[in-house]
T-cell receptor
Framework: GAVVSQHPSRVICKSGTSVKIECRSL??????MFWYRQFPKQSLMLMAT?????????EQGVEKDKFLINHASLTLSTLTVTSAHPEDSSFYIC?????????????FGEGSWLTVV | AQSVAQPEDQVNVAEGNPLTVKCTYS??????LFWYVQYPNRGLQFLLK??????LVKGSYGFEAEFNKSQTSFHLKKPSALVSDSALYFC?????????????FGRGTSLIVHP
């Protein structure tokens, strides 16, 4: 079945530094990928929609200069948290849309735990 | 606008007993409905979806869900719960038409299956 891989699964970084999270669709091409953030005991919060070859669409309240998204190819989207702060510590999840003859299904990555110290 | 409600933060059930995790939705037109499961420290895994056809949808790990249009519900069920089913379950909905494929998720329901 379709697989979406996220890397790294866990990362610890110092305040003020930047960290990049990769989201790859391993056996299908994804023109659209999504980035979510999940706080403890909260639902997923959509941060942005990543479209291959064009700028990402950010949800209201999400700082585009802080959360840089690049969807350079049909199998890779990256989320870069710039100048990270402890409040950016969270679980980040990506998903990718697979377009098949039977319809569209969204597959999720394993998620990435970011801890900013 | 589309929305999803999962009225229970937590569901407790004994192993071997049937389980139900509730979900109601609000959407314009006919909905696409999904259930996902999240195990601790893991990403979401797709369980099942309803697009059209039979109201009873069967998915992974023995789970099924019943689409009820009159009650705008899509409850997740399993006839006999396993301890390994303990996880966080998310219901999601999206509108079928238009260019957006972004689902709206419920808050999640923690399922705890006791031995």
């Amino acid at each position: 079945g379709a697989v979406v891989s996220q890397h790294p699964s866990r990362v610890i970084c110092k305040s003020g530094t930047s960290v990049k999270i990769e989201c790859r669709s391993l056996d299908f091409q994804a023109t659209t990928m999504f980035w979510y953030r999940q706080f403890p005991k909260q639902s997923l919060m959509l941060m942005a929609t990543s479209n291959e070859g064009s700028k990402a669409t950010y949800e209201q309240g999400v700082e585009k200069d802080k959360f840089l998204i690049n969807h350079a190819s049909l199998t890779l989207s990256t989320l870069t948290v710039t100048s990270a702060h402890p409040e950016d510590s969270s679980f980040y999840i990506c998903s990718a849309r697979a377009d098949t003859s039977s319809g569209n299904t969204i597959y999720f990555g394993e998620g990435s735990w970011l801890t900013v110290v | 606008a589309q929305s999803v409600a999962q009225p229970e933060d937590q569901v407790n059930v004994a192993e071997g007993n049937p389980l139900t995790v509730k979900c109601t939705y609000s959407v314009s037109g006919n909905p696409y409905l999904f259930w996902y499961v999240q195990y601790p420290n893991r990403g979401l895994q797709f369980l099942l979806k309803y697009i059209t056809g039979d109201n009873l949808v069967k998915g992974s790990y023995g789970f099924e869900a019943e689409f009820n249009k009159s009650q705008t519900s899509f409850h997740l069920k399993k006839p006999s719960a396993l301890v390994s089913d303990s996880a966080l379950y998310f219901c999601a909905v999206r509108e079928p038409s238009g260019g957006s494929y972004i689902p709206t998720f419920g808050r999640g329901t923690s399922l705890i299956v006791h031995p």
